[in-house]
């Protein structure tokens, strides 16, 4: 489904060179739950930039479904980012005048799914604060929201930052469940950048990145459970 192959990306600050990833290879398919980790610097922002189509590479080949999306025009990768692609940050944001149900609501419309707001927060299990704004929810439930919000746009891929970074770890562990549930219950691939090497154990591929280079990809047979992780 996905192809890094060859990746690289140069930032320029002035005469300076910045070389944010080098020659980076892997592959993700669909219903696979993936974590990115490394150390800070060593280039995970970056590569979730470049498969959400946020950023382009400075060289090699990104494929999608085999389709190069290093070589879209603007209009077309604008359509990638709306049309395939889901994202999940560290800080929801949610917007804050909104309910939980029309947060998800307005992300659902842009794919035409807006029916789809309500199935969604159930899914999260936010049924009975669907009508909370985002202000008269806790750090776990905003985040359970803005995963509703992606879900509710049926992304092919589904990135998340750090998306427990601001949570407590059993928060965060739960948040990880409805994520990882997220890519075996549907046609959807979930990579999430992760610090925390203990959540490693819960993915099906876990790529490693130092300075910028593919340090190793391991593959877990079988994951997992959540209370075998020490957080
Ligand atoms: N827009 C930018 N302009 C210049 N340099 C950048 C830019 N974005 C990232 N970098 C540099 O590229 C390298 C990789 O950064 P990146 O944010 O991808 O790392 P990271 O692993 O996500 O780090 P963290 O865990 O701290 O978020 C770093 O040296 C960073 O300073």
């Known amino acids: 489904m996905i192809q890094f192959k060859n990746i690289n990306k140069i930032y320029k600050i002035g005469d300076q060179e910045v070389k ?18 490394g150390p800070s610097g060593s280039g995970k922002s970056t590569a979730l930039n470049i498969l959400g189509g946020i950023d ?3 060289s090699g080949q990104f494929l999608f479904d085999e389709l190069e999306i290093n070589s879209l025009t603007e ?41 789809l707001a309500n199935a969604y927060i159930e899914k ?7 009508h909370n704004f985002p202000a ?12 509703a919000r992606a879900l509710a746009k049926k992304p092919k891929l589904l ?28 046609e959807t691939a979930v990579v999430m950048v992760t610090h925390n090497a203990e959540f490693a ?12 280079e593919v340090a190793s990809i391991e593959t877990n047979k079988t994951l997992a459970n959540l209370s075998e992780v020490i957080v």
């Not at 008269?136 to 995963?147: A, C, D, T, Y």
Request: aromatic share 6%; with cysteine.
């Open 20 to 37: 944010a990833l080098k020659n980076v290879n892997f592959e993700i398919e669909k219903g696979e739950f993936t974590v990115i980790l």
């Open 159 to 186: 990135l998340c930052d750090e998306p427990t970074g601001a949570l407590d770890s059993v928060t965060g562990l739960k948040i990880i469940d409805i994520l990882r549930k997220a890519s075996e219950s549907s």
């Open 201 to 212: 154990k819960l993915a099906h591929k876990v790529i490693r990145l130092h300075d910028g």
């Open 124 to 130: 999260v299990g936010l049924s009975h604060r669907k």
């Open 136 to 147: 008269q929810l806790s750090g776990g439930e905003m985040q359970r929201v803005s995963i």
């Open 56 to 58: 382009k590479a400075t």
């Open 75 to 115: 209009a077309k990768l604008s359509d990638y980012r709306r049309d395939i692609v889901g994202f999940v940050f560290q800080f929801y944001n949610l917007i804050p005048s909104l309910t939980a149900v029309e947060n998800v609501g307005i992300a659902a419309q842009l794919t035409g799914n807006q029916s």
